[in-house]
């Protein structure tokens, strides 16, 4: 695994913005097309990744770059080395993203409870169709005392913070059941 230097651009994910990633994700990505394309011998991984590296760090024009382009990108590269069959089967993907639960609460004005769950399963939708398949969500806590107008933990967020796992939980086995893909993981941070 490569860890990005000084110059990496941030990727543009949905509407989400990662500034924090590594190369594993860009490994996934390559060997779940490969595994699609019954290609899993392709003996150029390392170098498709490797100039797919070197061209986020030295190379990009932009300094906020939509995930699309970074896989359009890495197409034309396999394409360009005889691999399109590889190339057809690159799908989306994106690293791993963090989202502070409580700040896209605020930002979307969704201060009332059954507002929540149709902003989740919105906000989850749109991650899913830009690539992301591991999704850490910050502050949970705060945001259910947030969404109750609590100024304490209460058994009312308590059992706001059960209603959500729960809905979080049936959302991924409802992602693995119509898409037959791996879903989304989801880490609830401060959760247990």
Request: charged share 25%; glycine share 6%; hydrophobic share 40%.
């Amino acid at each position: 695994m490569i860890a990005f230097k000084r110059n990496q651009p941030v990727l543009q994910v949905g509407r989400h913005q990662v500034t924090n990633y590594d190369s594993e994700w860009l490994y996934d990505g390559l060997r779940r097309a490969m595994h699609a394309a019954d290609h899993d011998d392709f003996p150029l991984v390392n170098e498709v990744c490797h100039a797919t590296f070197e061209y986020l760090e030295n190379l990009a024009p932009l300094q906020l770059m939509p995930i699309e382009s970074l896989i359009s990108k890495m197409r034309k590269l396999l394409e360009q080395m005889g691999f399109g069959v590889i190339a057809e089967e690159l799908r989306p993907f994106a690293p791993p993203i963090q989202i502070c639960l409580r700040r896209l609460v605020e930002e979307s004005g969704c201060a009332m409870e059954m507002l929540l769950f149709s902003l989740l399963r919105k906000e989850m939708d749109d991650l899913g169709h830009a690539g992301a398949r591991e999704v850490r969500l910050l502050h949970v806590r705060d945001c259910v005392m947030h969404v109750r107008g609590a100024r304490q933990w209460d058994r009312g967020c308590q059992r706001l913070l059960a209603e959500l796992c729960g809905f979080l939980r049936g959302f991924d086995e409802q992602v693995q059941t119509t898409t037959k893909e791996a879903s989304v993981v989801l880490h609830l941070d401060g959760v247990r």
